[in-house]
């Protein structure tokens, strides 16, 4: 009797044990797959050799309690969370509204604007689609005259057209400093320039239906959308209420509202993400630059907030992205 039930207790450790190993596999797979990576450059961001996550891969090994909490970290950053802790929101929210970045600062610093114009070209470009590296980014925006003949004409038209819609939103908020009000008229002048020239109809609110592949919930009828918007951008000039709201809040709600109007035919996230770092400079802090690698977790929170009008997920996403920012910035 004792015997038995020693190998059923034995039985059952090595069962768990599989499904830990097993679990890993599956883990390491979707961070692969979800941040873009290959296998050397998981290797390198776990700081282990690319034959021990091989190993680690195939099951031939496991990996150690250190490197377990770093998987763990890394598939909540790029698959995603299915909640997090109030005091843990608290946490990263106050570290975030300790950054600080002036408008001032970040204009007259040639080589601090250039970073944030690259960088955040590179990122929002590459969520949506874009191949372009990071170094091939940097040449079309040196250059006017520069051709990448490996890429095609949208692609490089979009890195431009990106810096010359960014430019814009910064002047308005410079010219306008502490009068500053966000327009409808100011948000379709961002897309014209964002879209020139890669769409007829950019520059104008859709007068059409749109469907977003993977959501639930439908998009503003296009009867409706000038309302709308007009409705968001009211809300995104009103004084923030202590203790009811907060800036990281602000800049979460209003990205997921303007998502869910969805005003254009092509340019949502892009303009989305262009408000959302320019509201984030009007409050003095560094803006949230969202990570290429965590376009699965970005689009998992924005249908999280969709369906259920809850921000939290998307507000912690927010705040370590103004920390991811500020890394790459300082």
């Not at 998502?259 to 560094?286: C, K, S, T, W």
Request: aromatic residues 8%; charged residues 25%; hydrophobic residues 40%.
């Amino acid at each position: 009797m004792t015997l038995w039930k020693g190998n059923y207790l034995f039985e059952n450790v090595i069962t768990f044990c599989y499904n830990v190993i097993m679990n890993i596999q599956e883990r390491l797979k979707q961070i692969l797959a979800a941040a873009q990576w290959s296998q050397d450059d998981l290797a390198h961001y776990l700081e282990v050799a690319p034959k021990t996550l091989s190993f680690w891969m195939t099951g031939k090994t496991e990996p150690r309690d250190k490197s377990l909490e770093k998987i763990q970290e890394l598939y909540s950053e790029v698959v995603g969370r299915d909640s997090i802790d109030e005091e843990d929101l608290a946490r990263l929210k106050h570290l975030a509204m300790e950054t600080r970045l002036d408008l001032e600062e970040l204009m007259h610093s040639e080589e601090l604007m250039n970073l944030a114009t690259l960088y955040l070209t590179y990122h929002t470009n590459n969520i949506e689609g874009s191949t372009m590296t990071l170094e091939e980014v940097a040449t079309v925006l040196d250059d006017e005259n520069a051709v990448i003949t490996n890429k095609t004409y949208r692609e490089q038209a979009e890195a431009r057209n990106h810096r010359a819609a960014f430019r814009f939103l910064l002047g308005e908020l410079k010219w306008a400093g502490r009068e500053f009000r966000w327009t409808s008229e100011m948000i379709l002048e961002t897309h014209q320039r964002l879209m020139n020239s890669l769409m007829d109809d950019a520059g104008q609110f859709r007068r059409y239906g749109v469907r977003v592949l993977g959501s639930r919930v439908a998009r503003a009828n296009p009867m409706s959308v000038p309302q709308k918007m007009a409705e968001l951008v009211k809300y995104m000039n009103q004084p923030i209420a202590k203790g009811r709201e907060d800036v990281i809040e602000r800049l979460a709600k209003t990205h997921a509202v303007f998502e869910l109007i969805h005003p254009f035919g092509d340019g949502n996230g892009r303009v989305g993400r262009l408000i959302m770092f320019v509201q984030a400079m009007q409050y003095g802090i560094v803006p949230p630059l969202v990570l290429k690698e965590r376009k699965r977790a970005y689009y998992r929170y924005l249908s999280m907030a969709d369906e259920t009008g809850e921000y939290d997920l998307l507000a912690m996403l927010v705040a370590e992205s103004v920390l991811a920012t500020d890394k790459l910035l300082r």
